[in-house]
């Protein structure tokens, strides 16, 4: 277990901080798989997960939908039949913030 994957999401207000960039630098050797992708000019985290069929698919969605849930930071979900996109950000404060990166590492953990 990585020290993100015991971390827990904090409720997030708008003018929260993104993470800073020591913080990135830090977190991302814990997430390598997850690329950094600029959308609209807001950062994200985004992986691909591959299947073998789409219940396996579903199977992997409903358990993010789970974690999602227990910590109160929802992801953008492109589900296709044997893959999975899924994408972390901060909406409230249009960028990356811890939750971003503990989330990533609980998905990766799944």
């Known amino acids: 277990m990585s020290e993100l994957t015991e971390m827990k999401c904090i409720a997030c207000q708008a003018g929260a901080p993104l993470a800073t960039a020591a913080e990135t630098e830090k977190w991302k050797p814990k997430i390598p798989d997850w690329e950094f992708k600029e959308v609209e000019g807001i950062q994200r985290l985004e992986r691909m997960f591959d299947f073998n069929n789409f219940k396996e698919t579903l199977a992997f ?14 992801p953008v979900m492109l589900v ?16 990356l913030h811890a939750n971003d990166f503990i989330m990533a590492a609980k998905t990766d953990q799944l």
């Open 80 to 95: 296709e039949f044997r893959n999975v996109t899924v994408s972390w950000w901060t909406h409230k404060i249009k960028g």
């Open 61 to 74: 969605v409903n358990k993010v939908g789970a974690i999602a849930e227990d910590e109160g930071h929802h």
